[in-house]
DNA sequence: CGAGCATTTGAGTCTCCTCAACCCGGGTGG
DNA sequence: CCACCCGGGTTGAGGAGACTCAAATGCTCG
């Protein structure tokens, strides 16, 4: 059925907007990279039909209990995982940045078991699932890439449960703050020292995503902030003391895989 | 570089124990019906060279920092999944039975980032890393398959990350029994209620499981079992009142997937 | 200038933790 | 055959971290 490789040309895939055009081929290159990705199997992803779509701040990108018909790739912006509780609480579950696939779940999961929605308005690249899974059908080096991308994402989820289930406030605050911290600057593997990061969150976020109260993390990280560890006002983010963080935190970013030693694929 | 497809023959794999052989082929067949894998790729994998191991009652079966080499099955018993902070508490991040892999990760991440050890005694059929990925290669579909596998592995930890972060003590065992149960009890898609779960766990594993310490969670089954909801002792569970068990622990098994809408594939 | 949201502060409470002792059944060795 | 030990379970008392409820402050934006 499937002839030759993947399709002709990148150029005619979407419709008019050259410059999202850009943004979503600058950000599966950087998801390639990442990946470790082939060039001709990211060729092979640029070429699907991807359409860009905005989300205002708070915005669902994702419904729990919906049966997904598209993936999320993040262009701007951010986004945070989420799943509710009986009694109405919340708890996050992650967060994502620029040039990541937000729910790869969906190719393969018939139903949403979370929610996800923006943090910030952000820009998403849409393509369908059935697209992306038929190209990944044809390409197993491009499932594999996939497959990590997923196994990156389930080291995070573990490193999550370990945070809330087994650390106090202090350390918990710290440690989300040290994977925010090193998230958001990519390049970099060592020390976001003094490095101004833009975090859109709440402080409500922070406690729906460690576990705690609003109030109880305001006051957890009034104390940081006292102690001259960090800044952390609306929208951004300090570190002033990389090595005490990270101590206070428990943080080893070994579960990032940051630098994995992906094998030979494409 | 590849040529044909897998190789010939599944007799002529492993060394002697046809006993064994058997089994693995029978953990795989049951695995390949959970991922949906069609004959042919369930052939290939079982084309593969497996070997048998025997684990010991808590010997390990991953250990954190060291690279992975090879991948492991489990045919019978059962494990856990652990990291230890930086204080000495241990996190379980979760619990495996019969015919699931347990660190499909080993094969595309470079250094393990938690350990897994052997709940019961247990034994295991191995692969090298190496010969897992080379057929994975080769199939897309076996590709999908590992795939999914690991994204429902996520969603159980999306779960966890839940569980411990936003519910009480009461909750979080109610839900933790939910799922062993559920999970123990293969094609019932409902309400193991009334039948005897073998789970040879102690207080202190659901401790560290639910993030609780051990003294708290003996309390909390206790009242538990008051209540006539569960029986509880060792090695064995048994669940009185599912649904008041359920509701309860807020449980709800959509997160499991155990019946996902899987695409084609195979 | 007021509305609305995020942050901050206070006071009282409760869940869950800590430390410690004790019980109990099974296995081992004298 | 009994004494002992050991791991897991149980119980008690006291304490602390985190929660709840409530109100006040500050900030941004219309």
């Not at 952390?232 to 970013?253: C, E, P, Y």
Request: glycine share 6%; aromatic share 6%; with cysteine.
């Amino acid at each position: 059925m499937q002839h030759g490789q993947v399709n002709n040309g990148a150029h005619s895939r979407r419709n008019s907007n050259h410059l999202s055009d850009n943004q979503i081929d600058e950000a599966l290159r950087c998801w390639a990279q990442r990946t470790g990705l082939a060039q001709n199997d990211l060729a092979a992803l640029q070429a699907l039909p991807f359409t860009c779509r905005t989300v205002e701040r708070d915005g669902f990108i994702v419904r729990e209990g919906e049966q997904p018909t598209s993936c999320s790739l993040i262009l701007s912006g951010s986004a945070f995982r989420q799943k509710v509780v009986h009694n109405g609480a919340r708890q996050i579950i992650s967060f994502h940045f620029a040039c990541e696939f937000i729910d790869l779940q969906s190719c393969l999961l018939g139903v949403n078991d979370h929610g996800v929605q923006a943090l910030g308005p952000c820009t998403l690249a849409v393509v369908p699932k059935v697209a992306l899974l038929e190209v990944v059908q044809k390409r197993p080096s491009l499932a594999l890439a996939m497959w990590f991308d997923t196994l990156v994402e389930g080291a995070i989820f573990r490193e999550w449960v370990v945070n809330v289930g087994r650390r106090n406030a202090r350390a918990r605050i710290a440690h989300l703050l040290c994977e925010l911290a090193l998230r958001q600057s990519p390049e970099t593997r060592e020390a976001p020292e003094g490095t101004i990061v833009r975090l859109p969150l709440t402080q409500e976020h922070i406690a729906d995503a460690t576990g705690l109260t609003a109030v109880h993390t305001n006051r957890t990280i009034q104390t940081l902030r006292k102690e001259g560890l960090i800044s952390l006002s609306l929208g951004r983010l300090v570190i002033h003391d990389w090595k005490a963080l990270r101590s206070i935190g428990d943080f080893n970013d070994a579960y990032l895989h940051r630098q994995a030693s992906r094998p030979q694929r494409g």
